[in-house]
């Protein structure tokens, strides 16, 4: 068990460090109890050509802002949930769709100034040039930490 918990705070720390995409969308700071975290949903340009684009990548990061380490813990082995979703409210895509996640409870640890990163992979195969897309991400089970971004394919 010791190893299991060293094994996710390491794995944490390291997320942590990835470099941040040249334009981002962010939201303000979520407040849940006594602490403070941060969500971001970000791309390299939400403004992109269609054409010659399969997909494309979105960066959805949790910051600790508070003066505590916060412990974020998981009914499952699924840590984030992303969607897309249409101008008229539809959903194009959510990422746990194809995905099997086992029942193994767990707990990430965020440290002070500490980030939590993930990266997805966001399919442009229903969107259409003009039309405006919203990304939606945040924890599994953490209410205040969603973060959206909106997508201008041309």
């Known amino acids: 068990m010791k190893r299991l918990f060293l094994f996710m705070l390491c794995a944490a720390i390291a997320l942590g460090g990835c470099a941040r995409p040249d ?15 941060e969500a971001r949903l970000e791309t390299r340009s939400p403004d992109f050509p269609l054409l010659g684009n399969r997909e494309v990548e979105v960066v959805y ?11 974020l813990q998981f009914p499952t082995d699924q840590r984030i949930e992303l969607s897309l979703r249409s101008p008229d409210g539809a959903t194009l895509f959510l990422w746990s769709e194809d995905r099997l996640f ?14 939590l990163e993930y990266r997805v992979t966001v399919p442009t ?30």
């Open 23 to 37: 334009r981002e969308a962010s939201v303000p700071p979520a407040r849940t109890g006594a602490w403070l975290l």
């Open 61 to 71: 990061s949790v910051t600790n802002r508070g003066r505590a380490a916060e412990r």
């Open 102 to 115: 086992a029942d193994t409870p767990s707990v990430v640890l965020i440290n002070p100034g500490e980030r």
């Open 125 to 154: 195969r229903d969107m259409v040039a003009g039309h405006q897309y919203t990304a939606e991400a945040g924890l599994v089970g953490h209410e205040g930490t969603a973060a959206s971004l909106v997508l201008h394919p041309r």
